[in-house]
C-alpha cells in the first residue's frame, strides 16, 4: 500500500513540474512576441492557464490576423510562427496605460511561435 501511495505522489510532483515548465514556455513565447510586435513598450501582462484545442482552423487563423492589422497597440507588419496542431492558448490580460484588454494567444504545440491572437 505504502508503496502505490510513493508512485501516485511521485506521478503527480512529475505532472504539476512538467505543467509549470509548458506554462511557462508559453509565457516566454507569448512575451517575445508582445516585444517584438507592439508599439508601446511600457505595458504589463497576465496570463491565465495554458490549455489545448483542436477548434481553430486556418480560416479562424486568417480572420484573426487581418482583424489583428487594426489593432493599434501592434505594429502593421506582425511575424508570427508557424506550426502543428494541437494548438495551445492562453488567455491574458494586458494592461497599457488605463486601459487592461483580455486577450487570447494561440501557440504552436512546441510552444514557440505565436500562431495568432485575439483580442476579446
Keep these: 500500500m505504502k508503496r502505490y501511495i510513493k508512485i501516485i505522489i511521485i506521478c503527480s510532483i512529475t505532472l ?32 491565465n492557464k495554458i490549455d489545448s484545442t483542436k477548434n481553430l482552423t486556418d480560416s479562424m487563423i486568417i480572420v484573426m490576423k487581418n482583424s489583428a492589422k487594426k489593432n493599434r497597440l501592434f505594429k502593421k507588419n506582425i511575424e508570427y510562427g508557424n506550426g502543428n496542431k494541437p494548438y495551445i492558448f492562453t488567455k491574458t490580460k494586458i494592461c497599457n496605460g488605463k486601459d487592461t484588454v483580455p486577450y487570447t494567444f494561440y501557440l504552436d504545440n512546441t510552444l514557440k511561435n505565436v500562431i495568432a491572437f485575439k483580442m476579446h
Excluded: P, R, W
Excluded at 23 to 40: C, G, R, Y
Design 16 to 47: 504539476v513540474a512538467v505543467s509549470c515548465g509548458k506554462q511557462h514556455k508559453a509565457e516566454s513565447a507569448v512575451k517575445d512576441f508582445l516585444n517584438q510586435n507592439m508599439t508601446a513598450a511600457d505595458y504589463s501582462i497576465s496570463f
